[in-house]
Nanobody, 126 residues
């Protein structure tokens, strides 16, 4: 049974930072690309960052490119999203998800991901 468990969400002021973690089990984590996706009320789910199975390449949505950093540790079955300079528009539920697909085009599509965590709420106050 595949499980992805996110943690690290919370309430933060504009300009603050949060570090989201995702721990995976029940799959060969090192063979899966990982994405962090978010969904705000009334908006479509979007990929904010993704990283290839090897960790060799990472991709970011335009609005977070200089503020968020995705990383992974295959030995610990863990992926991390470091979020800095947070803005109110970053408020959303953030999900960790995995896929066997590769390449930027696939990994920046929310429908490319097979396994999903339960999500963690991030709220940025103005």
């Amino acid at each position: 049974q595949v499980q992805l468990v996110e943690s690290g969400g919370g309430l933060v002021q504009t300009g603050g930072s949060l570090r989201l973690s995702c721990v995976a089990s029940g799959l060969t984590f090192s063979t899966y690309a990982v994405g962090w996706l978010r969904q705000a009320p009334g908006r479509e789910r979007e990929v904010v960052a993704a990283i290839e199975w090897s960790g060799g390449s990472a991709y970011y949505a335009e609005g977070v490119k200089d503020r968020f950093t995705i990383s992974r540790d295959n030995a610990k079955n863990t992926a991390v999203l470091q979020m800095n300079s947070l803005k109110p528009e970053d408020t959303a539920i953030y999900y960790c998800a995995t896929t066997l697909l590769t390449g930027r085009r696939a990994l920046m599509r929310h429908d490319s991901f097979k396994y999903w965590g339960q999500g963690t709420q991030v709220t940025v106050s103005s």
